[in-house]
C-alpha cells in the first residue's frame, strides 16, 4: 500500500548512541513530519519539512537533527542518545489537502 | 495561536451506545478542523475532517462531527458503538490559508473504552 514507511520498527539504544530514522513517502507529499508522543502528552512535533533541501524546528527540537536530501524522504537523527529520549516517535506527510498521512512509528528505548 | 482541548482523557460507553468525544479549539483565524484514530501500536489514522462548505463531516467507521462555529467545537459522534472503536482519538487544528505549509496543532487525545 503507498503511505509512510518508518524504519526500524522498534529500537534499543544505550545512552550517548546514536542512530537514525527513516521515513519515506511515496505520494510525492511535500510536507514531512516528525513527532514524538509519550503518554499524557499528546503529539509533539520534533522537525519538520516544508521541501526538498528545507527542514525547520518544532516544538521539541532538542538533541534531534534531521535532513531531507530527497522529497521522498526526512531522516531523524540522535547523535547522542538520552534516556528522556524514550519514546514512541511517528513520521508523517501531508499535501495540499492538510491531512496527515502517518506512518506506524519506531518505538525508541534508550537505557 | 491556536490551541485544542480534548474534554476527557478517558470514555466509556456501552457496545451499541451513542459515541461522543468533544473538541473545543481556538484560532484566530478560520479553522481547519481534523479528527484521528490510532489503534494500539499503530499510526494515526485521518478519521474525517473539516475545510469548507457542510458542517456536519462524515467520516469513515461512521463517525460524523459537527463544526460549530458559534461554540468553537467539533465534537466527534458515532450513533451505536462497536467494540473495534476502542481506540485513541486525536482532534486537531490548523488555520486556512492560501497555500504552503500550515502548523497543525494536535489535541492531548481520549481514549475511548467500548464495554460489551
Known amino acids: 500500500n503507498a503511505g509512510v514507511t518508518q524504519t526500524p520498527k522498534f529500537r534499543v539504544l544505550k545512552t550517548g548512541q546514536s542512530m537514525t530514522l527513516l521515513c519515506a513517502q511515496d505520494m510525492n507529499h511535500e510536507y514531512m513530519y516528525w513527532y514524538r508522543q509519550d503518554p499524557g502528552m499528546g503529539l509533539r512535533l520534533i522537525h519538520y519539512s516544508v521541501g526538498e533541501g528545507t527542514t525547520a524546528k518544532g516544538e521539541v527540537p532538542d538533541g534531534y537533527n534531521v535532513s531531507r536530501l530527497k522529497k521522498q524522504n526526512f531522516l531523524l537523527g540522535l547523535e547522542s542518545a538520552a534516556p528522556s529520549q524514550t519514546s514512541v516517535y511517528f513520521c508523517?506527510?501531508?499535501?495540499?489537502?492538510?491531512?496527515?498521512?502517518f506512518g506506524s512509528g519506531t518505538r525508541l528505548t534508550v537505557v | 495561536a491556536q490551541s485544542v482541548t480534548q474534554l476527557g482523557s478517558h470514555v466509556s460507553v456501552s457496545e451499541g451506545a451513542l459515541v461522543l468525544l468533544r473538541c473545543n479549539y481556538s484560532?484566530?483565524?478560520?479553522?481547519?478542523l481534523f479528527w484521528y484514530v490510532q489503534y494500539p501500536n499503530q499510526g494515526l489514522q485521518l478519521l474525517l475532517k473539516y475545510t469548507t462548505g457542510a458542517t456536519l463531516v462524515k467520516g469513515i467507521n461512521g463517525f460524523e462531527a459537527e463544526f460549530k462555529k458559534s461554540e468553537t467545537s467539533f465534537h466527534l459522534t458515532k450513533p451505536s458503538a462497536h467494540m473495534s472503536d476502542a481506540a485513541e482519538y486525536f482532534c486537531a487544528v490548523t488555520q486556512a490559508g492560501s497555500g504552503g505549509y500550515q502548523k497543525v496543532t494536535f489535541g492531548t487525545g481520549t481514549k475511548l473504552q467500548v464495554i460489551p
Open positions: 508523517a506527510s501531508s499535501g495540499a489537502n492538510y491531512g496527515y498521512t
Open positions: 484560532s484566530s483565524v478560520p479553522p481547519y
